[in-house]
């Protein structure tokens, strides 16, 4: 009688026995963030740039500060005030391009934490990832296209 009651709840467990579920497939969307392959990549032209750029500040430090050692101008007569006036303003330009090449370079550093935080690439707006174009071109951009024209027409 027991082997009877087994046999029968096996039929029974057999028939009730699901169905093997079909797998789930990944849904491929849209990615979220670069590879760590694509990362290193940018990694490696944002170095390359940011090289550059401590380069060319260095050069224009040395032109607006006159600490080349080189020149005569601190030993020549000063009588000639236009050509003070125009070594004045081209200090100043000088300054300027180098405040600006300093903000690049931040610009390029704070790239490069976001390469190790991987979340570089990703538009700070709209949370899309930034064409690789736009990346390669700009290595330091946090918008892409989109919200920065939506940036432009608010401003406007």
Not at 40 to 65: H, P
Not at 119 to 124: A, P
């Amino acid at each position: 009688m027991e082997k009877k009651i087994k046999k029968e709840i096996k039929k029974i467990a057999v028939a009730k026995k699901p169905e093997a579920k079909p797998e789930l497939k990944k849904e491929t969307g849209p990615k979220n963030r670069y590879s760590d392959e694509e990362l290193e990549e940018f990694k490696q032209i944002i170095l390359t740039k940011l090289e550059e750029a401590k380069k060319d500040l260095e050069i224009l430090t040395e032109a607006f500060s006159n600490s080349g050692g080189e020149d005569i101008n601190d030993t020549s007569p000063t009588f000639k005030i236009l050509e003070e006036g125009s070594q004045v303003l081209s200090k100043e330009e000088n300054s300027q391009l180098a405040m600006r090449q300093t903000k690049f370079i931040k610009n390029l550093e704070n790239a490069l934490i976001r390469i190790q935080n991987k979340t570089y690439g990703i538009c700070r707006v709209t949370g899309e990832l930034i064409p690789k174009e736009r990346l390669r071109i700009v290595p330091h951009a946090t918008l892409s296209i989109d919200a920065k024209n939506m940036q432009k027409k608010t401003r406007d």
